[in-house]
């Protein structure tokens, strides 16, 4: 089974800057048809943010775009979003994702704060 651990999250400024990572288990990150990060604020539906699919193709939410990267690292068998000039809109639970033949799988989510 594909078993997801997101890490990274915490608390830092407005126009400050996060590293996320999903470590992954179970399956090699090359061998997964698409990986992405969702986010879940208070009150809001879970959105996507970025994701990569078969390690090539990227796409990006319109309101992280030119600030959010995602990208994949093979040699530790994982998958980081890279976060830069946060906004306060960005706070919320972030969530790894994957999908492999039908199934989904979800990590436990890891919490983003951007706060003065």
């Known amino acids: 089974q594909v078993q997801l651990a997101e890490s990274g999250g915490g608390l830092v400024q407005p126009g400050g800057s996060l590293k996320l990572s999903c470590a992954v288990s179970?399956?090699?990150?090359?061998?997964?048809?698409?990986m992405g990060w969702y986010r879940q604020a208070p009150g809001n539906q879970r959105e996507l943010v970025a994701s990569?699919?078969?390690?090539?193709?990227?796409n990006y939410a319109d309101s992280v775009k030119g600030r959010f990267t995602i990208s994949r690292d093979n040699a530790k068998n994982a998958i980081a979003l890279q976060m830069n000039s946060l906004k306060p809109e960005d706070t919320g639970v972030y969530y790894c994702?994957?999908?492999?033949?039908?199934?989904?799988?979800w990590g436990q989510g890891t919490q983003v704060t951007v706060s003065s």
């Open positions: 990569i699919i078969f390690g090539d193709r990227l």
């Open positions: 994702n994957a999908q492999k033949f039908f199934l989904n799988y």
């Open positions: 179970g399956s090699t990150i090359d061998s997964i048809r698409n």
